[in-house]
């Protein structure tokens, strides 16, 4: 059986579609061999597996590693690629080119390692090891020309990133290629290798796997290029991207470490298909149970260690390793097209590699040549044109073989190899390179092909049999014509009152001729070029704005509804593109209001909405009918105050769901309540109406409102009785009326006015307002009592008074404490209510402020003397005060020898004079009070009469009373209980 390395790469290819999409045409099915090696090859014997990692990078003496890396500008070829796309990588030596990635860094476990950065760069560089321990970051790093060495112990066995450091341009640094692999070896168990020295990491084969990604754009300017817009477009392993990829040399029965160093920007997901992956260590840590996986997820500066068992079984197998989340292309390489009716496919690249059971032979020509410099001529080119094809091939890099053949694939890469179009150059069986090779593509394959960019793919073909990676080209084929885009129509909708602009862009960058005609069609088209002519902003532009217009005379004869534009465009090819187009909607009937209010209907001038307290809200729904079987949206709407004005002039209205974009538009105003000033109070209006989006204004509606300003009038004020006659309460009522808005409340006072809505409410029922008023607070003689009456929108009116003659009613106050102390004016200190009897203890103290002025007061207590113990103290059980609460007259109780006793106090200019001490137990005290020139006060204790003082008493009244144990001398105890309060003017209670 004869082998060769071309159907066997097929073969792998044609695996991973199978797990990852269809198949090309021509992909080979996995070959086979029997147990045991597979046969030699015209090429020479398979490779044997590649066993353990050599000692590489580091010079290892007595414990003790020193590794040299040497940080280079350099450059790599990658497949596809014109050019070779610049790095900057490190080198082992001075004299060796930059790597990317760097050199594979061997050292033992236990060694003293001292790794040594020359750099050769431009910019200050360091070096990073993130898994290391005791290194600190370096955030200085070498200077350009210097040397800067990281010293450590390699305690830990495993796998480490090394990359550039912590500089200010280190992260640009890293993604252009100074990253690396250390690996730390751990002792042997049972005479095999391991990563960490236990069973489960034993191992036969080992791999470093270095993943890394490249944005060529990046790359051409590295220190200015703007990182948010990094878009790797190839993706590597150890450097290289699929079909260029080394594979993992192996054999049935063994175990293979694979060293992921994840030293890119981005996360890569390995997967290995037909095999599990034993993670045994992550960042030179050992799992403390492996974990079996198909994928191995890496995020960005991970490196992880993972075994795998290659099961017994037929020799010549291979299991696909690739990133199962990524893109498995170079640079978004794909083949198909339309033209065949298949979606185009990934051309596969990128990170994609083999565990190969049957790896290539030590020697031979395993790749065929690659192809650069592939160009299309014309290009762009139309339908008319005949195409040339030139391409360069070479071997030179692949094998040295002769170069025998090439061909050109139109879109579909998926032909068989050998039937595409053929290239001719006299070089092709001369030598390792063809330079200048051209391929004409046939006029019956241009005219097959769909207007737009095309794929030409050319590959070539050496003597050893290879067919090469494929190159390409992209050809802008012109069928159609120019793309005609963005046609718009102002205005549109349209009243058809005016001119209506058209505007269009032509865009032939897509086929690459330029933009030399446009025009349009009204409702049907015609032939090319009998439209009405469009005027070019660019003429022999590749892109050129259209412009023109439809008249208004041609506007005002369309029907109501909905008309189509058709526009389309020339290119220098003298083909018409295809027809773009828009619609023109007439229409002529006006939007009408739904609905509308004023908040609030009624305004005093200072108060607006409750949403917008300075304006008054004007809320209105307006729709638009449809005319001609279609219609416009509302596109705005305003407003008037009482008189109209030009259309557009009015105060604008806003959409309530924030835009005019619909039939229906619920709209509101806000007129401000400063535009009310100099109005009359009064019914007023605002006029409201909307416009379409076809310009044309609905009729004006009016809203109403009031405005109001002035409260009501009070007029017929009038008390009954008047005079009192000593009538407890009079009636006083007024009539309120109020031109613009109903009364809502009212109030009246006396005296000095307290302010407006803080006098005495009164009961309005209509027009009316009435309060009763009780006339024990009143002096005897004239009071003027004043009413004013506020409407509904808060104005107060002026107030009317009318004379009250009074002479006080009898009583002044009475309580029997049955419901508790609540009846009187103020309550001092310690008191309560128990059993309907005021209790009093310590001091403390009820207080009546009924008395207005009086001259003369009878007033009456049952006193119970209960508890109490004065012990020394004379305590104050009744007083009569004045209006700075200064007693003029009081009844006081002490205990003598255990006798109870009373005495009276009564208040004369001269100071105050008291009777004697009157033997009695409690009772009903009275207490009489007269101010007069002889004025004279009596105070009677149940039946024991205690005495009576006269003097000169006219310049005091009684404004209030206290009643409890309202002062002492000393300290007593117990408590006072008090019942049956009453205090009259004329007569004894």
């Known amino acids: 059986m004869t082998l060769t390395r071309t159907p066997r790469l097929v073969a792998g290819i044609a695996a991973a579609l199978l797990a990852l999409g269809p198949a090309p045409a021509n992909a080979a099915a996995p070959h086979t061999a029997p147990a045991g090696r597979a046969p030699a090859s015209l090429a020479g014997e398979p490779a044997p597996p590649q066993g353990p990692l050599p000692q590489t990078g580091c010079q290892l003496t007595g414990g003790t590693a020193?590794?040299?890396?040497?940080?280079?500008?350099?450059?790599?070829?990658?497949?596809?690629?014109?050019?070779?796309?610049?790095?900057?990588?490190?080198?082992?030596?001075?004299?060796?080119?930059?790597?990317?990635?760097?050199?594979?860094?061997?050292?033992?476990?236990?060694?003293?390692?001292?790794?040594?950065?020359?750099?050769?760069?431009?910019?200050?560089?360091?070096?990073?090891?993130?898994?290391?321990?005791g290194l600190a970051p370096d955030r200085t790093g070498a200077a350009p020309g210097g040397t800067r060495s990281y010293t450590f112990t390699a305690s830990r066995p495993g796998t480490y990133l090394y990359e550039a450091g912590h500089t200010a341009i280190g992260p640009r640094q890293v993604a252009m290629g100074l990253v690396g692999a250390l690996v730390v070896r751990a002792p042997a168990v049972g005479g095999r290798p391991s990563a960490y020295g236990d069973a489960a990491s034993v191992y036969d084969d080992e791999a470093v796997l270095v993943l890394t990604e490249v944005d060529p754009a990046f790359n051409a300017a590295p220190r200015t290029y703007d990182m948010r817009a990094y878009a790797p477009t190839y993706r590597l392993i150890n450097g290289k991207a699929f079909p260029e990829t080394d594979v993992v040399a192996t054999d049935v029965g063994r175990r293979v470490l694979l060293r992921y160093v994840a030293a890119g920007l981005q996360p890569h997901p390995m997967t290995l298909l037909g095999l599990d992956q034993s993670v045994v260590g992550q960042d030179a840590r050992p799992a403390a149970y492996p974990e079996a996986a198909v994928t191995v997820p890496l995020q960005p500066g991970q490196a992880v260690d993972a075994v795998v068992a290659v099961p017994g079984g037929p020799d010549g197998r291979r299991f696909a390793l690739l990133e199962s989340g990524g893109r498995l292309n170079n640079a978004g390489q794909r083949y198909g097209a339309t033209v065949t009716g298949v979606s185009p496919q990934q051309a596969f690249g990128g990170m994609l590699t083999f565990l190969d059971t049957n790896p290539p032979p030590v020697s031979g020509d395993h790749a065929g040549p690659t192809a650069a410099n592939v160009r299309a001529a014309p290009n762009p080119a139309s339908v008319r044109d005949a195409v040339t094809v030139t391409a360069d091939f070479t071997d030179a890099r692949n094998g040295n073989s002769v170069v025998d053949r090439a061909e050109a694939v139109v879109d579909d890469l998926r032909v068989a190899e050998g039937t595409g179009?053929?290239?001719?150059?006299?070089?092709?069986?001369?030598?390792?390179?063809?330079?200048?090779?051209?391929?004409?593509?046939?006029?019956?394959?241009?005219?097959?092909?769909?207007?737009?960019?095309?794929?030409?793919?050319?590959?070539?073909?050496?003597?050893a049999g290879n067919w090469g990676v494929v190159g390409s080209t992209?050809?802008?084929?012109?069928?159609?014509?120019?793309?005609?885009?963005?046609?718009?129509?102002?205005?549109?909708?349209?009243?058809?009152?005016?001119?209506?602009?058209?505007?269009?862009?032509?865009?032939?960058?897509?086929?690459?001729?330029?933009?030399?005609?446009?025009?349009?069609?009204?409702?049907?088209?015609?032939?090319?070029?009998?439209?009405?002519?469009?005027?070019?902003?660019?003429?022999?532009?590749?892109?050129?704005a259209e412009s023109g217009g439809v008249p208004a005379v041609v506007a005002a004869a369309l029907a109501e509804g909905r008309h189509t534009v058709w526009v389309h465009t020339r290119d220098s090819f003298g083909l018409w593109g295809p027809?773009?187009?828009?619609?023109?909607?007439?229409?002529?009937?006006?939007?009408?209001?739904?609905?509308?209010?004023?908040?609030?209907?009624?305004?005093?001038?200072?108060?607006?909405?409750?949403?917008?307290?300075?304006?008054?809200?004007?809320?209105?729904?307006?729709?638009?009918?449809?005319?001609?079987?279609?219609?416009?949206?509302?596109?705005?709407?305003?407003?008037?105050?009482?008189?109209?004005?030009?259309?557009?002039?009015?105060?604008?209205?806003?959409?309530?769901?924030?835009?005019?974009?619909?039939?229906?538009?619920?709209?509101?105003?806000?007129?401000?309540?400063?535009?009310?000033?100099?109005?009359?109070?009064?019914?007023?209006q605002v006029l409201v109406h909307a416009r379409d989006s076809a310009g044309n204004w609905g009729p004006l509606a009016a809203v109403g409102f009031v405005l109001d300003r002035t409260g009501p009038v009070i007029t017929a004020v009038t008390a009954a009785p008047?005079?009192?006659?000593?009538?407890?309460?009079?009636?006083?009522?007024?009539?309120?009326?109020?031109?613009a808005s109903a009364v809502a409340a009212a109030e009246w006072y006396e005296g000095a006015d307290p302010g407006a809505g803080h006098g005495h409410p009164m009961t309005v029922s209509g027009t009316g307002v009435s309060a009763t008023v009780a006339l024990n607070g009143f002096s005897r003689g004239a009071h003027t009592l004043r009413v004013r009456a506020r409407d509904a929108l808060g104005n107060w009116g002026t107030a009317g008074s009318v004379t009250v003659t009074v002479d006080p009613p009898n009583v002044i106050f009475a309580d029997a404490f049955t419901g508790g102390t609540s009846a009187w004016s103020q309550v001092s200190g310690t008191v309560s209510v128990s059993g309907g009897q005021l209790v009093a203890g310590t001091v403390g103290y009820v207080v009546d402020n009924t008395p207005a002025a009086e001259r003369t007061v009878h007033a009456k207590a049952d006193v119970i003397l209960g508890t109490v113990n004065p012990q020394t103290a004379v305590v104050t059980v009744y007083q009569l005060r004045n209006a700075s609460g200064g007693a003029l007259a009081m009844a006081q109780y002490r205990r003598s020898n255990g006798v109870n006793q009373f005495r009276l106090g009564l208040l004369r200019p001269a100071g105050w004079a008291y009777t004697g001490w009157a033997a009695a137990s409690g009772g009903t005290v009275r207490l009489d009070w007269a101010s007069a020139t002889a004025g004279s006060a009596t105070l009677k204790v149940g039946a024991v009469t205690v005495g009576t003082l006269t003097g000169d008493t006219s310049g005091y009244t009684v404004e209030s009373a206290a009643l409890g144990l309202v002062a002492r001398t000393a300290t007593t105890s117990g408590s006072l209980r008090f019942d049956n309060y009453a205090a009259t003017r004329y007569t004894a209670p």
């Open 722 to 739: 008047n005079p009192t006659a000593r009538a407890a309460t009079l009636t006083l009522s007024a009539t309120a009326t109020d031109a």
């Open 421 to 463: 179009i053929p290239f001719t150059a006299a070089g092709f069986g001369a030598g390792p390179t063809v330079t200048g090779a051209t391929a004409a593509l046939p006029a019956d394959l241009l005219t097959t092909l769909a207007q737009g960019r095309h794929t030409i793919w050319v590959r070539g073909h050496d003597a």
């Open 579 to 684: 027809y773009a187009t828009a619609d023109l909607v007439v229409d002529r009937t006006v939007p009408t209001l739904l609905s509308a209010a004023v908040d609030p209907a009624a305004t005093d001038g200072r108060t607006g909405s409750a949403s917008d307290p300075t304006d008054l809200r004007i809320n209105a729904a307006f729709t638009d009918p449809a005319g001609g079987g279609t219609h416009s949206v509302i596109a705005g709407a305003e407003g008037f105050l009482d008189a109209g004005g030009a259309d557009g002039s009015g105060f604008t209205f806003v959409a309530l769901d924030g835009s005019f974009n619909g039939g229906t538009e619920n709209t509101y105003g806000l007129l401000p309540l400063s535009e009310l000033t100099g109005l009359a109070d009064g019914a007023h």
């Open 66 to 133: 020193s590794c040299e890396l040497w940080a280079k500008p350099g450059s790599v070829v990658l497949p596809g690629a014109a050019t070779p796309v610049p790095i900057w990588g490190f080198a082992s030596t001075d004299a060796a080119p930059a790597t990317l990635p760097g050199p594979v860094l061997v050292v033992d476990q236990g060694d003293r390692v001292t790794i040594s950065v020359h750099n050769g760069l431009a910019d200050d560089l360091a070096l990073a090891l993130p898994a290391v321990t």
């Open 474 to 544: 992209t050809l802008n084929l012109a069928v159609t014509g120019a793309v005609t885009t963005g046609v718009t129509l102002s205005p549109s909708p349209t009243a058809g009152t005016g001119d209506i602009a058209v505007s269009a862009t032509g865009d032939d960058r897509g086929l690459g001729g330029t933009v030399t005609g446009a025009e349009y069609f009204l409702d049907t088209t015609g032939a090319n070029g009998t439209g009405t002519p469009l005027t070019l902003g660019s003429p022999g532009a590749a892109v050129s």
